[in-house]
């Protein structure tokens, strides 16, 4: 290991643990309060650090498959993030060059990567395989449908908070897979890879139910006073 990989790698571990910590606080205080915004920037730089960091090291180790995961983890806090901004800023509601590349790429990868862990020279199928087929299929989809949403971007309103909910909580998600892959060795192999897929999305259908419930609530509420 060279000093230079050692270097990449000890920041990347670094941020890593920030984001991980870090990213835990949005979800307890006030939705789009000042807490809120803080410690989801913190979030959202350390993860993207994080991630970028484990991009070089994927290409410099010529791994195509770890290099898709960074990739994902990159494009769910870029379209987390231009989901909120969209919502916010009308200027920011029409697609751009940069709305259409992301999900291009990422389906590119989502596509590539599987393929190119199965037929390396020393790959072949095993319980393991099953972890390239899922990542690429959840990259997929997430490409696939953002580039078929593209069209609504006409409109800012068009852009819910849930879609920045899903895709910030989506990318806490790869944070913790790659923490379980690195350090969970008491567990299987298969099951460090997965369970945080698994958990992970159980509870973002359980706080989606919560969210829209307390924006039928505020609603409710709004429409009263209004009366």
Same mark, same amino acid.
Do not use: C
């Given at each position: 290991?060279? +000093? ?15 984001? &991980? ?8 205080? *006030?939705?789009?309060? /000042? ?10 730089? #350390?993860?993207? @650090? ?9 290409? /410099?180790?010529? $791994? ?11 494009? &769910?806090?870029?379209?987390?993030? !231009? ?9 920011? #509601?029409?697609?751009?060059?940069? $709305? ?9 990868? #989502? ?16 319980? @393991?395989?099953?972890?390239? @087929? ?10 696939? /449908? $953002?580039?078929?949403?593209? !069209? ?8 819910? =908070? ?31 890879? @997965? ?5 992970? *999305?159980? +509870? ?5 139910? !919560? =969210?829209? !419930? ?12 209004? $009366?």
């Amino acid at each position: 290991m060279t +000093g230079a990989h050692a270097l990449l790698r000890l920041a990347h571990i670094a941020a890593g643990f920030t984001a &991980l910590g870090s990213g835990l606080i949005p979800l307890l205080v *006030t939705k789009g309060g /000042r807490a809120h915004r803080l410690w989801g920037w913190v979030y959202a730089g #350390s993860l993207g @650090l994080a991630s970028a960091l484990a991009l070089a090291l994927a290409v /410099r180790g010529s $791994d195509l498959f770890m290099a898709s995961l960074a990739v994902l983890t990159l494009y &769910l806090l870029f379209s987390g993030l !231009r989901a909120i901004r969209r919502r916010q800023a009308s200027e920011l #509601s029409a697609a751009t060059a940069l $709305d259409r590349a992301g999900p291009l790429l990422l389906l590119a990868l #989502s596509l590539a990567s599987p393929l190119w862990y199965l037929t390396r020279p020393q790959g072949g199928w095993s319980s @393991l395989s099953l972890v390239p @087929l899922v990542f690429g299929a959840l990259g997929a989809l997430f490409a696939i /449908r $953002d580039l078929r949403s593209l !069209r609504a971007l006409a409109s800012s309103e068009g852009v819910p =908070f849930f879609d920045h909910f899903v895709r910030m909580l989506s990318s806490y998600i790869a944070a913790t897979t790659a923490f379980s892959v690195t350090n969970l060795h008491a567990l299987p192999p298969l099951v460090r890879w @997965l369970w945080p897929t698994v958990l992970g *999305t159980i +509870g973002i259908t359980l706080l989606a139910r !919560r =969210f829209a !419930r307390e924006d039928q609530e505020q609603e409710e509420q709004e429409e009263q006073g209004g $009366d």
